[in-house]
C-alpha cells in the first residue's frame, strides 16, 4: 500500500535537523521512546558534541550527505531554514517539517501535505513532505473543524480565538522579552489586531468565516489554551457540538471530549493529547457556545503530532510512541 | 458643601474590618501611608494580636463600639458579611463596603453609591456607603462606558471580554485549587457560560449590550488584563476611541491612556493605575477593534479605587497617597 | 527463591490507599504504566467516584476486606493513618508505606526494612513492610552513605545538608501557607535550628555524624535539590567522591553520577532518577567538597522509589516501569 | 563640614549612567521620587529616546559633557564601564558607582569608600567616590560584621553561606540560561567550589575567616535570602546574636532584626529593608547557630544603599527616600 522505501528493515532511521531547540529536544526524547525507529543523529549547529539528554546520541553539526541518506527527517529549524533543507535532500528521505515553511498560506505548501493526524490519515501516509501544524491551529482546527463540516457553525458573525501559550512556543533564541525576570507575573497579549500568522494557516483549513485570533503570552513553560466564542445556529447547544465531536473523532486517542465542562491547561502538559470541552452561554441574544480547547505546544502541538504523522506515513498505529 | 462630620479634626480616623486578607491588607498598608487619615483599627478575628505590617498597629478582634465611633469604616469582610455591619453600626460611620454586598445587582444597592471613581465623583462626595466597585468591573466600565455613552459601541453585536485575573482576587481563604501546586504552571478558564457574578455588576452599569464575559485564573499573584473584542460602528477606528477616553479621563491621573499599543500586566502590578489601548482588527467584516485593560486587582481593582473614594468623600484630592 | 504468595498469577494485585494526594496521585499513574502489575483498587475518601486520570479507574472508599485481599498495598496516606492499616490488614497482603509511620526513628521502624532500593535490595526483597524513605533523607543518604562507608568523611566536623524542595513535599491539603500567592516570588527556610523530622531519619541510617539539615521552600511545583558541604580527609577530592559513589552504584540507572560538576533541578523534575555532583572547595583551611543531589521528592524520593521497592520484593528487575 | 560643592542649590543635580538594567530602572524611580533631587538624565544606548517611566524623563545617549556638569553621577553599567567612566569624568560630579569596579578585591579600591551604609556613614559622607556593596555581600556584611567586631564567631570553622538570588541579580542582557523557560521550575547551584566573585567582597570586609560562600538561582524575579551556618563561642546563642545587632543597629531603620524566628523572602522584595533573624541550632557538638538575611537585591542590595549612601553624602537622613 504504501510505495515508499525502507520499510522492509527492521527499524526506520531517522535524522532531526534543529534538535536542540524546544521543539528539538522534545521531539529527540519522543522519538528515542519509539520502538519503531532509530535515531541516526540529531543536529545543533552551537551545541555539536555535547549530549542530547538521550543515551548514546550527542548532537552533531548538521551534514548534508547524511542527512540525504536517513529514512526520514525531522526539521525543527528556525522558521525559513527548512525551505532550503527541503531542496538540498532532493528526493531522499521523507520528510516531516515542524517549521512554517511549508504550511497553508507560507506560498511553498505545493507538494506538502498539511499533517493535521485526525483529520488528513489518508493523505499523510502518501506524503514525501508534510508540514507538520502550528501549535494554535492544531487547537482550533480540530476543535471547528468538524463543527464547519456539520454546518452548526455561523460563519457570518465572528469567532474570537482568544488563546495564550507557554513561553515554549517562542523558541529558544535568547531574546530579553523572554527572559524569566520580564515573563514572571507578566501576562500580555501580541500579534493583535488579528495580524498573527496562524491565522492564515488556520483560514485556509477553515474556509471563509469571520475568524478573530488573539494569541497572548503565559507566564508557564509550556501549554496552550483557546478560549473560543462560536456563534452556533439556531438549537445548536454543547450537548450537539460534543455529539459531533465524538463521531468526528472515533478512536482518536490522543483527542479527548470532556463529557462535561472545559479542560485546564495543567492536564495536558507533558502529553501529546487535545483536550476539548464546550458549555453553553446564557443572556446572549444570537446563540453562541464557549469551546475550550487545551495542548502542549511541544506535544500535540508540535512533537507529538509529528510522531502521529510519521506513524501515519508508515503505517503504523497512529497513537504508537504518542503520550496519550 | 460636605454635610458629614469629622472635616474639622486634624485626621481621619479610620477603621478597616477584615484587615488580614489579601485587599484588607493592600488597603491597610495603602490607608497607613496616607497623610490625612489615622487607622484606629484594624480587625482580623484569625490573627488577633498578630502584626499589621505597619509600624504600631497590631489586628484586633472586630468591636461593635469601636466600630461605630471611627469617622469613617473600610469593610474588607467576606462577601456576606458587609450587610450586618452596615446594619449595626448604623448611621455612625461613613462606609466604603469592599465587598459585593452593596453593588449593583446584589439587591442591596439601594442606599449605596456605586464608586467607580472617575465617573460618579458628586455622588460619592454626598454618599454614606459606597459600594466599591469589584476588580474585574472596574476595567471593564472605565474602558467602555465613555465609548458608549458616545455611541461609538454597536450595542447589538457580541462584545467579547477575555479576562485573566491573578489568584489574589480569590481571596485568602485555603482551598485546594488555590494550592501553589495547582495553579503554577496552569492556565484555566471558569465562571464559563457568562455566570460570573461580576458580568451582572458591568450589566447595571452599561445598560443594555450583548455581553459576554470570561474570566481566566492567571499564575501570577496579582493583576488583571481584559482583552475586549468590541465591534463598533462604521468608521470608528482606534484613534477615536482613543480620542473619546482622553476626553473623559483628562486630570485623571490614575488612568493612562496608551499613546499606541496595548498594555500588558507587569506595568500596572503593585500600583493604583489602570492602563487603557485600543488596537484596529483587520481581515473582518464588520468593524471590531481590539480594547486591552490592565490594572492591579488590588490596587485600582481594590484597595486603590477605595482610597480614591475616601479621598472624594472628604473633599481631598482623589489621588491623594494614590500609587499613580 | 521469594517465599511471598502470588507471584504465579499473571499480573501482581495492587492496592493504592490514599490515591489522591499528590504521592498517591504519582504513584497511581507510575503504577498503571507497569506492565507486572494491575491496580485492583485507588481509595479517596474525598474523591470516592472521580476518575483517577488512569483510563477505567475511578476512586473508591478504602474497604478493609478489599486491602486485605490485595497481593501488595501502597499507602499513601497522612502520616500517622498507614500505622492502623497495617493492623487492619494483618498477615494479608505485602504493603510498601509510603508514609514517615514505619521509618527510622519513628518507633514504629521494627518489622519493617527501610527500603533504600540500592542500598538494600537483598532485605527488601524478603521484607513484607517497606518503610519508603522520605524525599529529603533518600538524597542525602544516597549521597553519603558509600563515602562514609569508605571512611572519607571527617565525622567530627559539621556536615552542612542545605535542602531546598518544591511544595509538593508538604502534601494537598489546604493551608494558608501554601496557597499561590504566598509561595510565588518568595523563598524560605523552615524546619530551623535542625529540628526537621528527616534529620532523624538519616541519622539512624548515617550513623554517628555532626549533621546540620536545613530545609527550604522553593517556588516550584516539584523537586528537591541538596547542597550538601562535606567534611573530608586530608587528600580526598571530588575525583575520589565521583569513583566511591560509581563504585558503589554499578548498574543503578536510577543514579546518575555526573562527570564533572553539579546537577541541577530541572533534570530530574518528572523522573525517577537521583543526580549527584561534587566540586572541589577552594580557600578553606580544612579540607571540604561541595555535593550537589537532585532528585523529584514525587519521583524517586517517594512513587519512583516505592515502584522500585516492588520491583525488588517480586524478583523483578528494580529499574522496570521506573522512569531512568 | 561637607566640603563638596553644590550643597547651596535647592536640588541635587542627579545624573544616571546605565539607567535600564534592572539595578538602573530601580534606581531611575527611586531617585525620581526622592524630594532633595532632580534626574538631569538617565541614559541607555540601546533605549536613547525612550520612556523611562518616570513622567517627563526619557532615556538619552550617554554624553560625557553632560555627565561632567551633574553634581553626583550614578553608574549602573556593565562591570568593568564604570572605571573608564571614572576616569572621563574627572574630578566633576562626585559619584555612587553600583559596579563591580571599585569595590574591595577589585584592584580598583584605592580612592574609592565602600558603602556598607550602616557602617560607614563618616566615610561615606567625605567619599568623592562610593563603591555601592554588592548584593550578596551586603546582607553578608551586615549580618556577620558586628559579631566578628564583638568577639562571638569562632573564625576557625567553617561559616557556611548558603544563599538564593532572584534572576534579576544576573542582569538585564540576553542569555539563554536567563529564559524563562530555563528558569521556571528549576533551582541550581551556581559559582560551587568557593569562587563566587562576591566572596573576596566580603573577605576584604570580614578579615580573616573562614568562609564558604555558595550562591543558588531562585525562580523569582527578585530578593535574596542567605542561610548561614555559624560557629558561635561556647554559650553564645540567639538571644546574644540579636543584643549584638541591636546595639549596632540602633536608629537604622532599613534593618529588622526580628524578635524571634528567622525571616522570608517576600517580607522585604520591593523595600530597601534589610531582615535579620537567628536561631540555636539542636544536637551539635560545637556551637553554631542559624543566621538568616533577607534582602531585595535591587532594593538594599543595589538601588536603596546607593540612594541611602547618596544621603550620607549630602549630609541628609539616610533613610530619606528609602522603603523602610
Sequence with gaps: MNTHKNTSRSRLRVGILGGNGYTGRELTHLVAAHDGVEIVFSTSRSS??????????????????????????????????????????GRGPRIIDLTADHRPGSGREEGAV????????????????????????TGVILALAPLLDAGVVD?????????????????????????????????KAYGEGNVHRHRKEMMHTLGELELLFQPHLLPVARGILETIVLPVGTGVNATRIRELWEQAYTGCHALRV???????????????????????????????????????????????????????????????????
Design 114 to 137: 498539511y499533517g493535521i493526524a485526525e483529520r488528513e490519515g489518508a493523505r499523510i501516509a502518501e506524503a514525501r513532505l508534510v508540514a507538520n501544524p502550528g501549535c494554535y491551529p
Design 48 to 89: 555539536a558534541g555535547a549530549p542530547t539528554g538521550v543515551p548514546g546520541l550527542v548532537f552533531t553539526e548538521p551534514d548534508e550527505e547524511e542527512a540525504r541518506e536517513a529514512d526520514l527527517l525531522f526539521l525543527c529549524l528556525p522558521h525559513g531554514d527548512a525551505a532550503a533543507w527541503v531542496e538540498r535532500v
Design 155 to 187: 460563519r457570518n458573525r465572528l469567532t474570537v480565538v482568544n488563546a495564550a501559550s507557554g513561553v515554549t512556543g517562542a523558541g529558544r533564541t535568547p531574546r530579553a522579552d523572554l527572559l524569566f525576570a520580564e515573563v514572571h507575573g507578566n501576562f
Design 258 to 324: 470532556l463529557p462535561e465542562g472545559i479542560p485546564e491547561l495543567a492536564s495536558v502538559v507533558g502529553t501529546d493529547r487535545l483536550h476539548l470541552g464546550v458549555v453553553d452561554v446564557q443572556d446572549v441574544a444570537d446563540p453562541v457556545v464557549t469551546v475550550v480547547a487545551a495542548l502542549d505546544n511541544l506535544g500535540k502541538g508540535a512533537a507529538g503530532q509529528a510522531v502521529q504523522n510519521m506513524n501515519l506515513m508508515y503505517g503504523w498505529d497512529r497513537e504508537r510512541g504518542v503520550r496519550c
